[in-house]
Nanobody, 116 residues
Framework: QVQLVESGGGVVQAGGSLKLSCVAS????????MRWYRQAPGKKRELVAV???????NYPDSVKGRFTISRDNVKNTVYLQMDSLKPDDTGVYFC??????????WGQGTQVTVSS
């Protein structure tokens, strides 16, 4: 089992920045990648950042150049630095610990609201 706790969400004006944190605990040695997803009201959950166990990162075009995922292995924490935020970035952001397509864990989510 892996437990994930997100924090750092809030309300920010367009053009501003926020940094989300996700603290992982439990059997984290089994995890192959950490991911951040977001879900806006009435929309599907979408992937916004990935960092693999080897440190490789990947982003969709919608956030590339604005979002940065990183991790601190000592603190078992993954971060999502979000800059140049837009109203379309509004949603609930979820941390995800990926073992395989059949085994992954989710945090409870943290709300990010970007006002225009």
């Amino acid at each position: 089992q892996v437990q994930l706790v997100e924090s750092g969400g809030g309300v920010v004006q367009a053009g501003g920045s926020l940094k989300l944190s996700c603290v992982a605990s439990g059997n984290i040695a089994m995890i192959n990648a950490m991911r951040w997803y977001r879900q806006a009201p009435g929309k599907k959950r979408e992937l916004v950042a990935v960092i693999t166990s080897g440190g490789e990162t990947n982003y969709p075009d919608s956030v590339k150049g604005r979002f940065t995922i990183s991790r601190d292995n000592v603190k078992n924490t993954v971060y999502l630095q979000m800059d140049s935020l837009k109203p379309d970035d509004t949603g609930v952001y979820f941390c995800n610990a990926f073992r395989s397509s059949f085994l992954m864990y989710w945090g409870q989510g943290t709300q990010v609201t970007v006002s225009s």
